[in-house]
């Protein structure tokens, strides 16, 4: 595997899934693999789960991990070609991505969208130069558009709780003071239309998503109506993707936040939420706090997606 940014660069779902959860019995057991090989993790943005979770993989494999915060101690770096660079960026990306990529075997990528041209962002300027120029396979540790290792966690997580064999879905959009990008809902969607699920997808009016992620899913714009009979429910926040709203808030509705209300629409469903998430605006602490939230080994199988991708690109060196 030489890059991770989608669902599609794992090939067979299940076979991935079946793999990660192999590695989760013994995740150890490829320590040879990434002896005398080195991750460098860049992070453009700030992160707990991810930094942890991928670093922790990486020693899991054997790995030397080496961690970049681009904006804290490193060069500020101009990531557009033809600046005249007579402003506060020091270094253009041009010459640090492979610089980056002359001191390590694998890289992983995190780089948000910043909400300020839409084509910049869905066309993945940062991770796609990251793909292009550094020489080494690359994967997403959250991007413009995706979070391709979030929501592989997502799915072996959804395959360790499942009570059938075709759980229903429900990915909700929530209630959030901040602009969030669509990457995780993106992700999300990407990963449950490939799986074996009944998946709907459920907002208010104006947070309609790119239909490359929704693809045939079923969206619902009644938040109790889609919650009926769920055996998960996935909520996140996420701003606007349409023009001419790309990026804004349209909305701060708290009927839309999980409680325990909405739960008891569902089959018992399980809670889960990418993590961090705001309390009493995406989730009720009750909701949170009960026995059907899942967050934390969701949370948990971070380290599970992030040392089965960094595996099979370890695999693809040899
Ligand atoms: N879910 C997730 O990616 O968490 P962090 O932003 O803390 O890495």
């Given at each position: 595997?030489?890059?991770?940014?989608?669902?599609?660069?794992?090939?067979?779902?299940?076979?991935?899934?079946?793999?990660?959860?192999?590695?989760?019995?013994?995740?150890?057991?490829?320590?040879?693999?990434?002896?005398?090989?080195?991750?460098?993790?860049?992070?453009?943005?700030?992160?707990?789960?991810?930094?942890?979770?991928?670093?922790?993989?990486?020693?899991?494999?054997?790995?030397?991990?080496?961690?970049?915060?681009?904006?804290?101690?490193?060069?500020?770096?101009?990531?557009?070609?033809g600046v005249i660079m007579d402003g506060d960026k020091s270094e253009h990306i041009l010459e640090a991505i492979p610089v980056m990529g002359s001191y390590c075997d694998i890289i992983g990528v995190r780089a948000f969208a910043?909400?300020?041209?839409?084509?910049?962002?869905?066309?993945?300027?940062?991770?796609?130069?990251?793909?292009?120029?550094?020489?080494?396979?690359?994967?997403?540790?959250?991007?413009?558009?995706?979070?391709?290792?979030?929501?592989?966690?997502?799915?072996?997580?959804?395959?360790?709780?499942?009570?059938?064999?075709?759980?229903?879905?429900?990915?909700?959009?929530?209630?959030?003071?901040?602009?969030?990008?669509?990457?995780?809902?993106?992700?999300?969607?990407?990963?449950?239309?490939?799986?074996?699920?009944?998946?709907?997808?459920?907002?208010?009016?104006?947070?309609?998503?790119?239909?490359?992620?929704?693809?045939?899913?079923?969206?619902?714009?009644?938040?109790?109506?889609?919650?009926?009979?769920?055996?998960?429910?996935?909520?996140?926040?996420?701003?606007?993707?349409?023009?001419?709203?790309?990026?804004?808030?349209?909305?701060?509705?708290?009927?839309?936040?999980?409680?325990?209300?909405?739960?008891?629409?569902?089959?018992?469903?399980?809670?889960?939420?990418?993590?961090?998430?705001?309390?009493?605006?995406?989730?009720?602490?009750?909701?949170?706090?009960?026995?059907?939230?899942?967050?934390?080994?969701?949370?948990?199988?971070?380290?599970?997606?992030?040392?089965?991708?960094?595996?099979?690109?370890?695999?693809?060196?040899?």
């Amino acid at each position: 595997m030489r890059t991770y940014t989608n669902v599609k660069d794992l090939g067979d779902l299940k076979a991935a899934v079946s793999e990660a959860l192999e590695i989760k019995k013994n995740r150890f057991a490829y320590k040879s693999l990434g002896e005398n090989k080195t991750l460098l993790m860049v992070f453009f943005n700030s992160s707990l789960r991810t930094r942890l979770s991928t670093q922790k993989a990486g020693m899991n494999l054997g790995m030397n991990t080496m961690v970049l915060d681009i904006n804290q101690g490193a060069w500020k770096l101009e990531t557009e070609r033809g600046v005249i660079m007579d402003g506060d960026k020091s270094e253009h990306i041009l010459e640090a991505i492979p610089v980056m990529g002359s001191y390590c075997d694998i890289i992983g990528v995190r780089a948000f969208a910043q909400f300020e041209n839409k084509e910049d962002d869905y066309q993945e300027k940062i991770l796609n130069q990251f793909i292009q120029y550094s020489g080494k396979p690359v994967f997403s540790m959250e991007a413009a558009t995706g979070h391709p290792l979030q929501a592989f966690a997502d799915l072996i997580t959804i395959e360790e709780y499942k009570r059938t064999s075709r759980p229903k879905v429900v990915m909700t959009w929530a209630p959030h003071p901040k602009a969030l990008p669509q990457a995780v809902p993106n992700s999300f969607a990407d990963f449950m239309n490939e799986a074996d699920v009944d998946f709907v997808i459920t907002h208010p009016q104006g947070y309609e998503l790119d239909p490359k992620f929704v693809r045939g899913a079923v969206v619902e714009y009644d938040q109790d109506k889609a919650l009926a009979g769920a055996d998960f429910v996935y909520a996140k926040n996420w701003a606007a993707y349409a023009d001419p709203n790309y990026g804004k808030i349209l909305s701060k509705d708290m009927s839309w936040t999980i409680t325990s209300q909405k739960m008891a629409l569902t089959n018992n469903a399980y809670f889960m939420h990418c993590l961090p998430v705001r309390r009493n605006m995406i989730v009720s602490d009750d909701v949170i706090e009960s026995p059907q939230s899942i967050v934390i080994p969701e949370a948990a199988n971070r380290e599970i997606s992030a040392q089965t991708v960094i595996k099979r690109m370890l695999e693809s060196l040899t």
